[in-house]
């Protein structure tokens, strides 16, 4: 440990084998407030540097038992600390300055010295020798820290591996369950698929939309991303609940609905939220698909509720049903939607929205008919597959005549699905 203390601190040795320069060194930095001890001889000097500590050896070069530089020299091996410094006349330059850059030395002075360049030396030697020491002082403090932490380095290390084998059961958990959730969301979609591929279609597009909307919703936050995600998947699984023949006359024609069936229809948001429940039972994910037709203006079923009583995500979600439920696509589409705005739509979502999706990207319309009612020149909005799964005709493709021979001879041998989907 290196020397501490004000007992040391401001204390000097001056060497110097003339008696009355020796006294004159001591009386003048005496009278500066400096601790001094003088010595004639550079051997009793040596003795006194075996003895007790210094801040500062100042010494003169030429004396006849031992030189100036020698006793320096001794001097940086018994205390490294001490700032050395050499008063000459004789010793040439190139010496000094080799002296100086090899640390033997702090400074010279030259005789004859002058007592302010003498003072402001040995102060600026002290505060050498000060900050020496108190970095000396910070770098053991600096090693025993080091140690301390060493110390403590197994323990934590073997928590932080308790806590990393933790968090990977954590993470594999987690990715298993949302592994899990997304099968179960999309066999909710291709059973919604099979049972009406119309009704598919438009669901795919609310998931597809939501989806967008989710990713870029600044003004909602984590869980509420997320419930819109999920709810743009499971929205419609109330349908299902509906008759086949009740969804192709909504398809085809909805203001034909008689009064029985729009009950019916008002209440497969309430289907859905129960359904939606035996895959996510979060209360707040039920009450988004509940509200999702909902109107801003408040004539939406099933409860009536209207502006900030419809919760935002519902909000948001509303928009995505609207437009997929519309089929709007291209020019006129910015249109009905500004229509729309305040009174069936919250402002805000359909500026998210509208942030997310460009209107002429939307699907494209379109309309379920038989196979007797295809016509050449009408291009398919879903493949056309085999009951054993292989692919018959292409999605997007252009029906021709033979194309529409071949799809009829294939429902009398082997029937494919009764209704297929056509382009607008």
Known sequence: MPPTGPEHSRTLLVVDDEPRVLAALKEVLERQGFAVCAS????????????????????????????????????????????????TAALSLPTLVDAMNK?????????????????????????????????????????ELKQRIAAADGALAEQVAQLDETKR?????????????DRSLELCLQLLDTYDPLLGRKARTIADLSARMAGAADF????????????????????????????QQLHVDPSRLGRPELDALHYHPIYSQTLAAHLDDRARLGETIRAH?????????????SGAAIPRVARCLAVAVWVAESGLNGP??????ERETGRALDPLAVRLFLGTTRLDTLPRPVRELGAEELKPGMVLAN????????????????????????????????PLEPRFLIYL
Not at 50 to 60: C, E, I, K, P, Y
Not at 169 to 181: H, I, P, V
């Open 293 to 305: 037709h909902e109107r801003f203006d408040g004539s939406g079923y099933p409860d009536g509720r």
């Open 332 to 337: 006129g589409a910015a249109a009905a939607l």
């Open 220 to 247: 909602l936050d984590a869980e509420e991303r997320d419930l819109l995600r999920v709810a743009g998947r499971l929205c419609d699984l109330g349908l299902i609940a509906l008759p086949r023949a009740m969804l």
């Open 383 to 414: 493949g056309i597959y085999s009951p054993q799964g292989l692919l018959l005709v292409g999605e997007g493709q252009p029906l021709s005549h033979s194309t529409i021979a071949r799809i009829r001879s294939h429902q009398l041998v082997d």
């Open 40 to 87: 004639p001889d550079p051997r009793h000097a040596l003795e006194l540097l075996r003895q007790r500590d210094f801040a500062v050896v100042l010494t003169d070069h030429l004396m006849p038992a031992m030189s100036g530089m020698d006793l320096l020299i001794e001097c940086r091996q018994l205390q490294p600390h001490a700032t050395r410094v050499l008063i």
């Open 103 to 143: 640390g033997e030395i702090y400074r010279f002075l030259a005789k004859p010295w002058l007592r302010e360049e003498l003072i402001a030396t040995v102060r600026n030697a002290i505060n050498r020798h000060e900050l020496v020491v108190q970095n000396e002082r910070l770098l053991l403090e600096t090693a």
């Open 169 to 181: 059961a954590l993470a594999l958990a987690t990715r298993d369950k949302l592994s899990r959730q």
